[in-house]
Structures are given as structure tokens and as C-alpha cells.
């Protein structure tokens, strides 16, 4: 079974500080990720994602994420963080199949 | 090129009705999944509809039913309505084989009185 864990309900940055948000998952198989993105009122966008290749994978908005299978681990990183990086943010996990399982979600502040 | 839309953008009903929510794939797109947002929760898989069948199905009692139209869009009905049902529905469309890379429409929130 699949599962994935966001580490920190909220993270408060100020702008133009790094901004870490935290993923692991559980996977049987080699596992697709994905980080989404939501504001308020508003459906999921696709940030970025792993497939296969390339462990460090380039996203919009200059967003980033690195695939490490020894950590079970796809944490989301950017380098100065922006007003308008305040969201919602998503980690999930599929095999490839039919069925993404989701995190909680980890709400970014970001201070001006 | 249209994205995912869906309809109503909102829905207030009482418990023990039906509601019916639609969805239009993107462009293209020939599947069509439907999750459930919980406030403050990640959105949770209901099931995946692909030429008018339901391939997998989320841990959804079934009073949660869908629908796909030979046009790809797609209905979720839910019979029966819950105070618990209250959540935003999404609807995400992708390719047949690429699965992995859906699309979501801005949802549908429902509020069950």
C-alpha cells in the first residue's frame, strides 16, 4: 500500500527566504511523485513531478524537488520564496496505476 | 484549449438527498477521476472512470456512484447525503497511459445541512 506523510501542517517563511516543505512516502513499487499547489477557492496545480531519470526535478515557479529512494523521501525546495508562494501545498504518490494518494498538505506563510 | 471544468462551483443540500456533479475533461483527455477534499485534508480518490467504466475504485461506500459519457465527461452522484459528505469535489482528467499526469478542475463545494 501506498502512503505518503507531510511533515509540518504549516511552514511560515519570510520572503525571500528558502523554502523547504517536507515529503516522505511509502511505496511497494517504484513509485511517480508529485507536488501540487492550491490557493484558496481554487482546484490542484501540478507543480512538478518524478517519474523516472533525474532525481532533482524542475517545477514552475521556480520550484524544485529531489527524489532520494533511501530516504523514501521528495522534499520541495526554493530558493527565495515569494508573497505569492502563499498556498496549500500537496504531495502525493502514485504507482502509475488508476489512484493518487495525497498527503494532508502543508499551508506555506510567507512574511513580508 | 479549455482545461477541466466542473459544475455547480457550489451546492447547498439537506441530508438524505441526491446530488449529481458534472465534469468536462480537458481537451484531449479521455479519463476522468473524482476525489474528495475535506476541509483542511488532501484530497482523497473516489474512483477513475475510462470509456464509460469505472476502473478503480477509492474506499467510498456506494452510495457514491459515477457516470461517463461517450464524450469523456463524466457525473458523480452521491444518494443518501451525509452532514459528512460536506467537502470540495474534484475532478481530474488525463490521457489513457498517462495516467500519472492529471489535470484538476476547480471543483465543486457541496454543503450538507
Known amino acids: 500500500a501506498q502512503s505518503v506523510t507531510q511533515l509540518g501542517s504549516h511552514v511560515s517563511v519570510s520572503e525571500g527566504a528558502l523554502v523547504l516543505l517536507r515529503c516522505n512516502y511509502s511505496s511497494s513499487v517504484p513509485p511517480y511523485l508529485f507536488w501540487y499547489v492550491q490557493y484558496p477557492n481554487q482546484g490542484l496545480q501540478l507543480l512538478l513531478k518524478?517519474?523516472?531519470?533525474?532525481?532533482l526535478v524542475k517545477g514552475i515557479n521556480g520550484f524544485e524537488a529531489e527524489f532520494k529512494k533511501s530516504e523514501t523521501s521528495f522534499h520541495l525546495t526554493k530558493p527565495s520564496a515569494h508573497m505569492s508562494d502563499a498556498a496549500e501545498y500537496f504531495c502525493a504518490v502514485s504507482t502509475g496505476g488508476f489512484k493518487t494518494i495525497f498527503g494532508a498538505g502543508t499551508r506555506l506563510f510567507v512574511k513580508a | 484549449d479549455a482545461g477541466v471544468t466542473q459544475s455547480p462551483t457550489h451546492l447547498i443540500k439537506t441530508r438524505g438527498q441526491q446530488v449529481t456533479l458534472r465534469c468536462s475533461p480537458k481537451s484531449g483527455h479521455d479519463t476522468v477521476s473524482w476525489y474528495q477534499q475535506a476541509l483542511g485534508q488532501g484530497p482523497q480518490f473516489i474512483f477513475q472512470?475510462?470509456?464509460?467504466?469505472?476502473?478503480q475504485r477509492g474506499n467510498f461506500p456506494d452510495r457514491f456512484s459515477g457516470h461517463q459519457f461517450p464524450n469523456y465527461s463524466s457525473e458523480l452522484n452521491v444518494n443518501a447525503l451525509l452532514l459528512g459528505d460536506s467537502a470540495l469535489y474534484l475532478c481530474a482528467s488525463s490521457l489513457v497511459g498517462q495516467q500519472e499526469t492529471q489535470y484538476f478542475g476547480p471543483g465543486t463545494r457541496l454543503l450538507v445541512l
Open positions: 518524478y517519474t523516472t531519470g533525474a532525481t
Open positions: 472512470y475510462y470509456e464509460e467504466e469505472e476502473r
